[in-house]
Structure formats: structure tokens, C-alpha cells
T-cell receptor
């Protein structure tokens, strides 16, 4: 089964700084990859997804992620952090032919004023 | 707006007392999922329904059951909750669209076991 690894359980940035949240997947076959955001006591909201149509994927709230097969990575970035971006971010993978999502352990983003 | 609704948002139950969590959707999606998310952990899939076809994950405890009486509703039954079952329970739905299939989540129900 596929898995994803999120490096860094906590990331802290200043408001206006670049946000970089890391995600690496385990498969040699490019899977379907997703980034979700979870605000406190809320469900998960889809930020963006990779389905092999384009390697640079743009999502909501100014986030984007780049699929790099050579590095088996799908890192999430945002050029300028906003206080409202403070949340938990989960990378997830779905195997071809399966419905289930496997989530990474999550990265909590703090944004300092 | 089309959405996934979970009620209640917070549920308190006693050790060993059966409890049912509810999920409804207005998206008319074929697939409904239940995830368990313990504190500071990733969501973990318990089971899902594709229409009326039930699919249990191999490591889901027998204590957890589910019912889907119609397309819109899905229930999670915990027969004898233990302290270790305290968690956020997330319902999600999806429409089978091949590569583009995406799961949409409800706000979750936080379960407290006393």
C-alpha cells in the first residue's frame, strides 16, 4: 500500500513569509495525491489534488503544489502567509483502483504576526 | 449549498453505552466513508459504502458498525465504546469519477467517552 511522509509536524512562519510544507510519497508509480487543510474542530477541506494532468497544481487560498517524480515529492507552497492560514495540513494518497485515502501524519502551521 | 452534514458536533457517552453518529449529504454521491481521527493523528478509514455495498477495512474493530438506509444518510454505531474510542469521527462522500474522484468531508463529530 502507498504511504506519504510529511516532514515536520510543526512549521512556524511569519506573516507574509513563504510557506513550504513537505510531502513525499512511497510509490514508484505516480499515485493520486491530495492536500487537505483542517481548522480547529473542523472537518477536512480540499486544497488541491494531483491527478497527472499537470505537475504544478493550483489550489484554493493561494496554495499550490508541484509534483516531482524524480524526488517522489508533492510539496505545498504559498508565497505569502496569512494569519488565517494557521491550521493543520494533511497530505494524502489514493492508490489506483482503490477508494481509500491514506493520510500523512499532518503538519501544524503557525503564522506569527 | 450542497454539503456533508454531521450531527451532533459533540457527543458524550458512557463507557460501554452504545452510541450512534449520523451523517447526511446533499451531494447525491454514491460513496460514503467513515474516518476516525484521534488527537493529533491523521484520519484513519474505518469503512465505506459504495451505494449499498459495504467495505470494511481489515483492521477496523468489530465494535464499529455502519448502516446506510438510503443514499443520503449513513450511520456509525459503536456498540460498546471504550475510552480508546474517544476521537473525532469524520464522514466523507465521493462520486466515482475515476481519476478525478475526490472526497468531501463533513465537519466531524467529536466523541467523548466517560
Amino acid at each position: 500500500a502507498q504511504s506519504v511522509t510529511q516532514l515536520g509536524s510543526h512549521v512556524s512562519v511569519s506573516e507574509g513569509a513563504l510557506v513550504l510544507l513537505r510531502c513525499n510519497y512511497s510509490s514508484s508509480v505516480p499515485p493520486y495525491l491530495f492536500w487537505y487543510v483542517q481548522y480547529p474542530n473542523q472537518g477536512l477541506q480540499l486544497l488541491l489534488k494531483y491527478t497527472s494532468a499537470a505537475t504544478l497544481v493550483k489550489g484554493i487560498n493561494g496554495f499550490e503544489a508541484e509534483f516531482k517524480k524524480s524526488e517522489t515529492s508533492f510539496h505545498l507552497t504559498k508565497p505569502s502567509a496569512h494569519m488565517s492560514d494557521a491550521a493543520e495540513y494533511f497530505c494524502a494518497v489514493r492508490d489506483t483502483g482503490r477508494r481509500a485515502l491514506t493520510f500523512g501524519s499532518g503538519t501544524r502551521l503557525q503564522v506569527q504576526p | 449549498d450542497a454539503m456533508v452534514i454531521q450531527n451532533p458536533r459533540y457527543q458524550v457517552t458512557q463507557f460501554g453505552k452504545p452510541v450512534t453518529l449520523s451523517c447526511s449529504q446533499t451531494l447525491n454521491h454514491n460513496v460514503m466513508y467513515w474516518y476516525q481521527q484521534k488527537s493529533s493523528q491523521a484520519p484513519k478509514l474505518l469503512f465505506h459504502y459504495y451505494d449499498k455495498d459495504f467495505n470494511n477495512e481489515a483492521d477496523t474493530p468489530d465494535n464499529f458498525q455502519s448502516r446506510r438506509p438510503n443514499t443520503s444518510f449513513c450511520f456509525l454505531d459503536i456498540r460498546s465504546p471504550g475510552l480508546g474510542d474517544a476521537a473525532m469521527y469524520l464522514c466523507a462522500t465521493s462520486l466515482p469519477t475515476g481519476d478525478l474522484e475526490t472526497q468531501y468531508f463533513g465537519p466531524g463529530t467529536r466523541l467523548l467517552v466517560l
